[in-house]
């Protein structure tokens, strides 16, 4: 049941896809080409052509949470996501021209945000963003990590995963 009493933002309403389902025999599967798409001429689609990238480098997440780097783009229309390097660096997936807010996770905590601009047919290259997370100077109690997820808990492997907003700030704390 979706009751929406829950929901954070508007429906997105309209074309969702292009998506592909592939299966092997265990192998990588290739390169996936969706160029074809492009000649059917479907309402609402952008060809590849007609999209851009937005690159850069995170920084300042701890080492520990290299591989759960993870870079959001969205506006009232789209969303896009893409995993940093281990190096912070990333690229986004080719995205439809617009004004999008990229945001930073270290794990599932949003760090920072950013305003970004993606133009056809180009990369905007140098759009860095930097974690704002401050970490208070003493803890004195202190529930999981602060990275957004219910990893402190008991049974929490088996926590149902959902968005509540500002109320899921896992990592719960008493500081000064």
Same mark, same amino acid.
């Given at each position: #049941? ?12 309209? *074309? &969702?896809?292009?998506?592909? *389902? ?6 990588? @599967?290739?390169?996936?080409? @969706? ?27 701890? +080492?520990? %949470? ?13 969303? %896009?996501?893409?995993?940093? +390097?281990?190096?912070?660096? &990333?690229?986004?997936?080719? #995205?439809? @021209?617009?004004?999008?807010? #990229?945001?930073? %996770? ?29 970490? @208070? ?8 990590? &602060? ?30």
């Amino acid at each position: #049941m979706n009751s929406g009493h829950t929901q954070t933002e508007s429906y997105r309403t309209g *074309l &969702f896809g292009p998506y592909a *389902l592939w299966f092997t025999s265990g192998s990588t @599967p290739g390169t996936y080409d @969706p160029s074809f798409w492009s000649g059917l001429s479907i309402s609402g689609y952008t060809a590849l052509s007609g999209r851009g990238y937005i690159s850069g480098t995170a920084t300042g997440i701890p +080492s520990a %949470y290299a591989s759960k780097t993870v870079i959001g783009w969205k506006n009232s229309n789209q969303q %896009y996501w893409a995993t940093a +390097s281990s190096s912070g660096t &990333f690229t986004s997936p080719a #995205m439809i @021209p617009g004004s999008y807010t #990229m945001t930073l %996770y270290k794990g599932e905590l949003e760090v920072a945000t950013k305003s970004v601009t993606v133009s056809a047919g180009s990369t905007s290259s140098g759009q860095n963003i930097a974690s704002t997370e401050t970490t @208070p100077a003493t803890v004195y109690w202190k529930f999981g990590e &602060f990275d957004g997820t219910p990893a402190g808990f008991l049974n929490a492997e088996y926590a149902y995963e959902f968005d509540c907003g500002s109320l899921c700030s896992f990592g719960l704390r008493f500081a000064s």
